[in-house]
Antibody, heavy 117, light 111 residues
Framework: EVQLVESGGGLVKPGGSLRLSCAAS????????MNWVRQAPGKGLEWVSS????????YYADSVKGRFTISRDNAKNSLYLQMNSLRAEDTAVYYC??????????WGQGTLVTVSS | QSALTQPASVSGSPGQSITISCTGT?????????VSWYQQHPGKAPKLMIY???KRPSGVSNRFSGSKSGNTASLTISGLQAEDEADYYC???????????FGTGTKVTVL
């Protein structure tokens, strides 16, 4: 059974940093591109970042470019999102999602990031 | 890349059919047959319902179907059931650097 479990969310002050993790199991993690998608409270979904299976290709939404860094460790079946210079508008539930040819077939349960003083 | 446009809400009675539209541009929906649809119940993670415009993942009811014409994609739910009440989001591929542009989301209400 495919499982994606996010962790690392919490309360952080504006300008602070946080690192999210996503532990994958039940599939060959190293064969798939992975993504982070977020959802602000009461708002819609927003794609944040993607990373190819071997980390050769990495992309970011304009809203996080230069502040967030996506990475993965295929030996540990884990995906990461390093978030720096956090802003109030980054407050959201962050989901990791498996990428299967331009669609996301499995999602984690999400982890809440709250940016507030 | 701007969000794709969806109606804020759509409603129908049990057993009826409803259609949700998803309007993009020639740079996303109109250029690729890579539109997907996601169902999200309150407090839950999104669930893939349709991919590549009209394909259904294993386990998804055949009451859900997708189509596309020009820059607009559509999701149709036939035989509406109470469990279909949820938020629905479309997503279109818009190039290698933008694997998904989400729609604004549609709340489906079963009357």
């Amino acid at each position: 059974e495919v499982q994606l479990v996010e962790s690392g969310g919490g309360l952080v002050k504006p300008g602070g940093s946080l690192r999210l993790s996503c532990a994958a199991s039940g599939f060959t993690f190293s064969s798939y591109s992975m993504n982070w998608v977020r959802q602000a409270p009461g708002k819609g979904l927003e794609w944040v970042s993607s990373i190819s299976s071997s980390s050769s290709y990495i992309y970011y939404a304009d809203s996080v470019k230069g502040r967030f860094t996506i990475s993965r460790d295929n030996a540990k079946n884990s995906l990461y999102l390093q978030m720096n210079s956090l802003r109030a508008e980054d407050t959201a539930v962050y989901y990791c999602a498996r990428d299967k040819v331009a669609h996301f077939d499995y999602w984690g349960q999400g982890t809440l990031v709250t940016v507030s003083s | 890349q701007s969000a794709l446009t969806q109606p804020a809400s759509v409603s129908g009675s049990p057993g009826q059919s409803i259609t949700i539209s998803c309007t993009g541009t020639s740079s996303d929906v109109g250029s690729y047959n890579l539109v997907s649809w996601y169902q999200q119940h309150p407090g839950k993670a999104p669930k893939l319902m349709i991919y590549e415009v009209s394909k259904r993942p294993s386990g998804v009811s055949n009451r859900f179907s997708g189509s596309k014409s020009g820059n607009t994609a559509s999701l149709t739910i036939s035989g509406l059931q109470a469990e279909d009440e949820a938020d629905y989001y479309c997503c279109s591929y818009a190039g290698s650097s933008t694997p998904c542009v989400f729609g604004t989301g549609t709340k489906v209400t079963v009357l």
